[in-house]
């Protein structure tokens, strides 16, 4: 091999080492992040990485508006500044002052609403607190099931479901790419069962291979430690024999250069 291609074999293996290392401080930095889904990293000409897609342990909050999912799918959330919808795991949610169900970056979370009683929710949309209880009655409380309904009821001894949870599955959920702040996009080729658009058949929880909706709960950080610590060394003892390949090419073209004077 010419000495020259050793120099940049050297210089692009420090090059993917480095990112190793960058994507599993991630995954130790996050151990504690709810829903947190860490990266697993290749090495081949071009190195990637891409989410391991295993479950997380979860843990009972008791607070009404923590959401979980026990199997596969994925919490889908819309920026309404621009419309661009993003996945999720971490149910970590709350309302907002509209009465909207948002995550942590104040994106709403998407399922059915438009429900009332006598009439289930069909339209697909942003989950909302019904602004509209029965005449003279008051919201009283709320919870979710198993299967994302959200019921409401009122002071007049009513019940609603209102609103309905939904989730997405994806037939190669690897190639989602993570945006920042626990959610991922690239929803297409990670290929969505059922498309892309949610509907009430493809994307209920508990339907066929998907997740259900464990309420109050929240589903914690897959990040085994153990591992990451191991691959931590081993990716930085790559990163220094890499370096050691670029020291010892460029003392070879130095002595090179000197026989010829």
Excluded: C, W
């Excluded at 000495?3 to 401080?25: D, L, P, Q």
């Amino acid at each position: 091999m010419p000495i020259s291609a050793s120099i940049y074999s050297g210089v692009t293996a420090m090059k993917a080492f480095s990112k190793g290392v960058e994507t599993i401080s991630a995954n130790i930095a996050n151990s504690n992040t709810t829903g947190y889904k860490s990266a697993t990293v290749s090495f081949s000409a071009l190195m990637g990485d891409s989410i391991k897609n295993s479950q997380g342990s979860l843990s009972v909050t008791g607070v009404k508006t923590d959401l979980a999912i026990s199997g596969e799918g994925f919490f889908r959330v819309l920026k309404t500044d621009d419309n661009s919808e993003y996945a999720t795991r971490a149910g970590d949610f709350h309302l907002d002052e509209d009465g909207y169900l948002v995550n942590s970056s104040g994106y709403q979370v998407q399922g059915l609403t438009g429900g009332a009683a006598g009439a289930a929710p069909t339209a697909v949309g942003s989950i909302r607190v019904s602004q509209t209880p029965p005449a003279g009655a008051e919201l009283l409380s709320f919870a979710f099931d198993k299967k994302g309904n959200f019921t409401e009821t009122y002071s007049d001894g009513t019940s609603a479901v209102t609103n309905r949870v939904l989730v997405q599955r994806y037939s190669n959920p690897t190639a989602l790419k993570l945006d920042g702040a626990n959610m991922f996009t690239n929803f297409e080729n990670a290929a969505p069962v059922g498309g892309l658009a949610l509907t009430a058949l493809a994307n209920a929880p508990g339907g066929v291979g998907n997740g259900t909706i464990e309420p109050e709960t929240l589903e914690l950080s897959n990040v085994d430690l153990t591992s990451e610590f191991a691959s931590l060394i081993n990716a930085q003892r790559s990163l220094q024999a890499s370096s050691r390949i670029v020291t010892v090419s460029d003392s070879m073209v130095e002595d090179t250069v000197n026989l010829k004077r």
